[in-house]
């Protein structure tokens, strides 16, 4: 999977970015990997079942049944609220990792 990440998404987008004299950095590969998902990987003919995902999900979602809820999982109403926190706050646009210097430092001090 990781192969096939790096050579079908990393690669190509950081190419691209390069030459238009951009750096890759984790906000765009984030926001980025959303597309290839839905235009690339979804799309494509998947090697050992030799069906495209995205219309192999659509087939099957009516087989599929609903996960458990969690042991402390929310009561419905805190799952409204989080709902409407998610979608006020919809527009930030925060990284899933510290940037890089934050390990650097990290490193020196334990150094």
């Known amino acids: 999977m990781n192969g096939y990440l790096r050579r079908s998404f990393y690669v190509p987008l950081a190419a691209k970015l390069k030459a238009m004299g951009l750096e890759l950095d984790v906000i765009t590969a984030n926001t980025e ?61 925060d990284p899933l990792q510290h940037p890089l210097s934050v390990y650097d430092r990290l490193l020196e001090v334990a150094a």
């Open 33 to 93: 990997v959303w597309r290839w998902l839905r235009e690339v990987a979804e799309q494509r003919v998947h090697g050992t079942t030799k069906c495209v995902p995205a219309l192999q999900l659509v087939k099957e979602r009516p087989s599929l049944m609903a996960l458990a809820m969690p042991y402390g999982a929310p009561k419905p109403a805190q799952l409204v609220a989080a709902a409407e926190l998610k979608e006020r706050y919809s527009d930030w646009n």
